[in-house]
């Protein structure tokens, strides 16, 4: 059931990209969690949109 989980929100932030900024805003204001920024391109994740 996680693996299912994992590969819903990857698909999720491979079609809809805000929701990865989103996460991230909301793992700053957690705490707890180190958060690295970069200007540069999106790495490769690896991940494709089914179809």
Known sequence: MATRALANAA????EQPALLQ?????AVQAGGATVV???GP???LGVRPAG
Request: proline fraction near 7%.
């Open 11 to 14: 698909r999720m932030v491979v």
């Open 22 to 26: 989103l996460r991230t805003l909301q």
């Open 37 to 39: 920024l970069t200007t």
């Open 42 to 44: 999106t790495p490769d």
